[in-house]
C-alpha cells in the first residue's frame, strides 16, 4: 500500500495520519528463518518422486496382496491333489486286495465237502509271489488254522502256521460279531517281517483271514514326482505311520497324532495348515482315505513352499527400486527447470513490492506460464488501480472518524498510545491526537475498570465492556494482536491492543427511560400483548408481568402455551367470535372483557384492548393488547349487585311485613322474594311441631319445588333426618349452612331428591317467635359455596324481621280478637236483668288471654264501663 499510517495515542480515542507516497518494501524475514527454508527444485522433486512412486508402491502392494492369497492357494491346491491321488492307489491297492479274498472265500464257500488240505494249493496260488497278500489262512469255528495258502519261498512254514492259535484275534472277533468283512489295524507280520493288515471274512462257523502287504506303499510314494523337500506319508485311524516317502525303516513306531494337523484330522476335520515337526516349519495338506479310515499328509517345508512367491516378490522389488531412481533424476532436472523459470516470476513480483509498476512479467512459449504473466499483469494494474482508491477511502475514513461519535486506539504492552482519533474524544478529552506517547494507566488511573480491562487485554484476552467517563457512556472493545509493530522495546514483547469505543450516551439514556417504562408496566396490572392472527393467537411479545397469572413470558413466545389457552372455556367461544366480527367490520380497534384462567385455576377478569395490525394488502396480520386485570372492580360491581340485591330483598320483605294481615300470606310473599329477588332456587318455612317425632311441618314455599317437600319427611330431633340443615337450625338456634349438598353427609337422606331439582347449596335460618324457635327458612342455591358470611348474616337479619313480623301480627290478631270478644262480653251484659251488685269479679276468656271485668262500683258519680285487664298469658 501507498498509504503509511502514523498510529498515535489517546486515551480513549484514534488518531490515523494516512500520507500517499511510495509503499515501503516488505518487511523481509530474518536470515535464519530464509536459509531454513527449502529450495522449490527439491520441494518439486519431492513431490514428484512421491507422485511417480506411490502408484509402483499401490501397484506393487496390490500385486502382493492378490499374489500371495492365490500362491498359498496353488501350494494347497498341488498338496490336495498329490494327497487324493495316494489316497486313491492305496484304495485301489487294499479294495484289490479285498475283492480278492472276497472271491476266494465265496470259492470256498462252495468246496463241495473237500478236505482243508485240498485247498491250500488253491490258496497258495492266491499268495503268488507274495506282492499282494503274505498269508492266507482258513480259520474254523475254534479259531484254529484249518489251511494256509503262501508265497513262493515260505510254503516251508506252513506246518508251523497251522500250530498258531488265532483266539486272540480281535480282528476276527469283530468280523463275526458283525457279520461282514473287517480291516485290522497295521502290524508287523511274523510269517513275512513286513508290514501288513488283515482282512477277515466270516464264513459259515469259519472265517477267512488274508494278510496283506503294505511295505510296497513306501516305494510306491517315493517313485511319486515331488518337488524340492516335499514328503508324502500314509497314516493309520491311530496317527501312526504307515508309508514314508523319505524313509520306511522303523515306521510302526513313528506316530504323528501329537501334531496338531493330524490330531484334527483324527477328529474329522481335513485341512492345509502350518506345523512344526522334527524341529522345521512345515506346510502341509492332510486327506481321508475313507474306506480304511486312514489319512495321506502331504508336508513341505514353509522355505521350498514359498521359495517361487518370494522370487516373485524380489523381482518386484527391484523393479521399483529402478523405477524410483528413474523418477529421482527426471524430476530433479524437471524441478531445477521448472525453480529457474519461477525464480523470473518471484523476482519480478519483489520488484512490484517495492513499488515498480512497469515492468513486465517474463513471458514464456509455454501457454500456462504466458497466461500467468498476462494475469499478473492485470493483478499489477488492480493493485495500481486499488491504492487509489485506498487512498481515496482513507480521506472519506478520516471524515467519518472525526464527525462520528466513536473512539478509534491503540496501545502497546507498555498501554502507551500510538493511535487516538475520533469524535467520540471531543465531550471527554483529551482531544484527538493528544494522546499519543502517553499511558492509558495515567491518563485513566481515576477509572479503574478501564485500567484493569488494559492489563487483560495485554495479557491476551479479548474484552468488552461499558464505562462512563464523566457524561458520556463508552461501549468499549479491546482487541489483543500479536506481532504488531508497536515501535517499542523488543524486551516488552510485539503485543498490541486495537481498541474501539463507541459513545453509546443517548442509547444509554433511551434504555434507562425504557427500562423505567417496563418497571412501571411489570408493576402495573397492564399485560402488553402481541399475538399472531392465527388460530390459538400465539404470542410474539409478552410483556414479563405476565407471571401475575402463573405463566413466564418465555411458555407464551416459545408456543408451549398459547393465549387462548388461557381465556376461560364458557368465554372463548364469544371473545372469538367478537374478534372475528371486529376485524371482518374493519374495526381497527377494539374492547373485549372475559375471564382468564391462572396457572393456579383461579379466575381473573380482564379488560382487553385490542389494535388491529394489518399488512400492505390489508390482511390482519398480527393483534396488539393491553390487558388489564379487572377482577377487583368486578368483584366491587359484583358486590355491589349482591348488595343492592340484598337490600331489595330485605325492602321488599319489609314491604310484605308492614302490608301482611295472615300469617301464610306473608310467609309465602317472604319465600317468593327471596326467591325472585334474592335469585335463589328455591325457598320454604317449616314450623317445628311438638309431636312424638318433632317433625317439621311446611307452611309455606316458593320457586322450583317440584313435589320436593312432599318426600321431605324432615325432623328437629336429635336424629338421622334431624341432622339436616333446618333440624340443625332449629335445635341450635343457629343459622346452618351447606355449601356443597352432593359431598356434605348430613344432607346424605334428601341429596338425590335435591340432585334432582339443581339444588348446589343450603342455607337454613331459625325462626324465632319471643323466645323460642319457632320453625326455619330454608333457602336453596342452584351454585355451590353461594353463603358467605355476609350472606348468611344477611339473610340472618331478614329471618329475624319475618320473625318479628310474626310475632306483630300474632299480637295484632290476639288484641283485634280480645277487643271483639270484649264488645260482645258487654253487650250480653247489659242484656241481662239488673240483680245488684257483686263484689266478684266476672272472668272473660278470650282466644289464649283471659280476661277480668271488674264490677260496676256504687260509689262512682256515673256508671263507668267495665274495667278488663289480662290475668295471665299462655301463648307461645
Known amino acids: 500500500m501507498r498509504a503509511r499510517w502514523s498510529v498515535e495515542n489517546d486515551a480513549c480515542g484514534v488518531t490515523t495520519d494516512a500520507r500517499p507516497g511510495p509503499s515501503p518494501a516488505p518487511a523481509r524475514s530474518p536470515a535464519p528463518a530464509r536459509a531454513a527454508a527449502r529450495p522449490l527444485w ?321 513471458t514464456s512459449s509455454i501457454r500456462e506460464f504466458d497466461s500467468l504473466a498476462e494475469g499478473l499483469d492485470r493483478m499489477s494494474l488492480a493493485i495500481r488501480q486499488r491504492e487509489r482508491a485506498q487512498l481515496s477511502s482513507e480521506a472519506r475514513y478520516r471524515s467519518v472518524i472525526s464527525s462520528a461519535p466513536v473512539v478509534i486506539f491503540q496501545f502497546d504492552a507498555r498501554g502507551v498510545f500510538s493511535l487516538s482519533e475520533g469524535k467520540g474524544l471531543t465531550g471527554v478529552g483529551p482531544f484527538p491526537r493528544s494522546a499519543l506517547g502517553q499511558s492509558i494507566f495515567d491518563l485513566y488511573r481515576h477509572y479503574p475498570e478501564v485500567c484493569e480491562a488494559a492489563r487483560r487485554a495485554i495479557a491476551g484476552a479479548p474484552q468488552h465492556f461499558t464505562v462512563r467517563i464523566r457524561d458520556a457512556v463508552f461501549e468499549t472493545y479491546f482487541n489483543p494482536v500479536q506481532g504488531g509493530d508497536g515501535g517499542g522495546d523488543d524486551s516488552l514483547g510485539s503485543v498490541q491492543v486495537m481498541g474501539v469505543a463507541l459513545d453509546v450516551t443517548e442509547r444509554v439514556r433511551v434504555e434507562e427511560q425504557l427500562q423505567q417504562a417496563n418497571l412501571v408496566v411489570e408493576n402495573s396490572p397492564a399485560m402488553l400483548f402481541r399475538w399472531r392472527a392465527v388460530e390459538g393467537w400465539p404470542a410474539v411479545f409478552a410483556s414479563h408481568n405476565v407471571s401475575q397469572l402463573g405463566y413466564s413470558a418465555a411458555e407464551l413466545l416459545n408456543g408451549s402455551v398459547h393465549f387462548a389457552a388461557l381465556i376461560h372455556p364458557d368465554d372463548l367461544q364469544r371473545v372469538s367470535a367478537e374478534v372475528r366480527g371486529y376485524t371482518e367490520s374493519g374495526d381497527d380497534h377494539f374492547q373485549q372483557e372475559y375471564r382468564i384462567v391462572s396457572r393456579d385455576g383461579s379466575i381473573r377478569w380482564v379488560d382487553d384492548r385490542t389494535a388491529v395490525e394489518r399488512n400492505a394488502d390489508g390482511e390482519v396480520t398480527h393483534y396488539l393488547g393491553i390487558v388489564i386485570d379487572i377482577s377487583e372492580r368486578k368483584h366491587a360491581e359484583h358486590a355491589l349487585r349482591l348488595a343492592n340485591r340484598q337490600l331489595r330483598m330485605i325492602s321488599e320483605c319489609n314491604q310484605a311485613l308492614i302490608r301482611a294481615s295472615d300469617e301464610i300470606d306473608l310467609l309465602t310473599t317472604v319465600c317468593g322474594i327471596v326467591v325472585e329477588v334474592g335469585a335463589y332456587r328455591m325457598a320454604w318455612v317449616g314450623y317445628a311441631e311438638h309431636d312424638q317425632s318433632r317433625s317439621v311441618r311446611p307452611v309455606a314455599h316458593a320457586g322450583h319445588e317440584a313435589g320436593y317437600l312432599d318426600h321431605l319427611n324432615t325432623t328437629w330431633a336429635d336424629s338421622e333426618r334431624g341432622h339436616g340443615a333446618n333440624g340443625i337450625a332449629i335445635r341450635s338456634g343457629l343459622p346452618c349452612v351447606i355449601q356443597d349438598i352432593a359431598s356434605d353427609p348430613r344432607f346424605a337422606p334428601w341429596r338425590a331428591d335435591a340432585a334432582e331439582r339443581g339444588y348446589a347449596a343450603l342455607c337454613a335460618l331459625p325462626l324465632r317467635h319471643g323466645d323460642g324457635i319457632l320453625g326455619a327458612l330454608s333457602i336453596y342455591s342452584s351454585a355451590l359455596d353461594a353463603f358467605d358470611t355476609d350472606e348468611v348474616a344477611l339473610l340472618s337479619e331478614l329471618v329475624d324481621d319475618l320473625g318479628f313480623g310474626i310475632t306483630v301480627l300474632r299480637t295484632r290478631i290476639d288484641r283485634e280478637q280480645a277487643d271483639r270478644a270484649l264488645r260482645e262480653s258487654e253487650a250480653r251484659y247489659r242484656a241481662r236483668p239488673a240483680t245488684g251488685c257483686s263484689s266478684t269479679a266476672t272472668r272473660i276468656r278470650c282466644g289464649c288471654t283471659t280476661w277480668r271485668r271488674w264490677p260496676f262500683s256504687p260509689s262512682m258519680t256515673r256508671p263507668s264501663a267495665s274495667t278488663v285487664t289480662p290475668a295471665r298469658s299462655s301463648c307461645r
Open 42 to 362: 527439491l520441494w518439486l522433486a519431492v513431490r514428484f518422486v512421491l507422485a511417480g512412486v506411490l502408484p509402483l508402491l499401490l501397484v506393487a502392494a496390490l500385486v502382493l496382496w492378490a499374489r500371495l492369497p492365490q500362491a498359498l492357494a496353488d501350494i494347497e491346491s498341488r498338496h490336495q491333489a498329490l494327497a487324493h491321488a495316494i489316497s486313491g492307489q492305496v484304495e485301489v491297492h487294499l479294495l484289490g486286495a479285498g475283492r480278492e479274498l472276497l472271491a476266494i472265500a465265496e470259492h470256498l464257500h462252495q468246496r463241495d465237502q473237500q478236505p482243508w488240505s485240498f485247498w491250500a494249493r488253491a490258496l497258495d496260488s492266491h499268495a503268488g509271489a507274495g506282492d499282494v497278500f503274505a498269508a492266507i489262512y482258513v480259520v474254523d469255528s475254534r479259531d484254529a488254522v484249518v489251511a494256509v495258502g503262501l508265497p513262493d519261498g515260505r510254503r516251508g512254514l506252513r506246518d508251523e502256521l497251522r500250530k498258531i492259535d488265532l483266539s486272540g484275534s480281535a480282528v476276527l472277533r469283530e468280523a463275526r460279531a458283525r457279520q461282514e468283512p473287517v480291516w485290522s489295524e497295521v502290524f508287523l507280520s511274523s510269517v513275512s517281517a513286513r508290514i501288513a493288515v488283515s482282512l477277515a471274512i466270516p464264513l459259515d462257523g469259519e472265517a477267512l483271514l488274508g494278510e496283506v502287504s503294505i511295505d510296497q506303499l513306501s516305494e510306491f510314494l517315493a517313485r511319486l514326482p515331488g518337488e524340492a523337500g516335499l514328503s508324502t506319508m500314509i497314516l493309520d485311524r491311530r496317527g501312526q505311520v504307515i508309508a514314508h516317502s523319505r524313509d520306511s525303516s522303523g515306521l510302526p513306531e513313528l506316530n504323528l497324532s501329537p501334531l496338531s494337523i493330524v490330531g484334527e484330522g483324527l477328529q474329522g476335520r481335513f485341512t492345509t495348515q502350518a506345523f512344526a515337526w522334527d524341529g522345521k516349519e512345515f506346510i502341509g495338506t492332510l486327506v481321508s482315505v475313507p474306506q480304511l479310515g486312514w489319512m495321506v499328509l502331504v508336508a513341505q517345508p514353509r522355505g521350498n513352499v514359498l521359495k517361487p512367491l518370494l522370487a516373485t516378490l524380489w523381482a518386484l522389488a527391484i523393479g521399483v527400486l529402478v523405477a524410483l531412481l528413474l523418477a529421482t533424476s527426471s524430476t530433479l532436472i524437471l524441478a531445477r527447470a521448472f525453480a529457474r523459470r519461477l525464480d523470473r516470476y518471484t523476482a519480478r513480483a519483489r520488484a512490484l513490492a517495492d513499488g515498480d509498476y512497469d515492468q513486465r512479467w517474463p
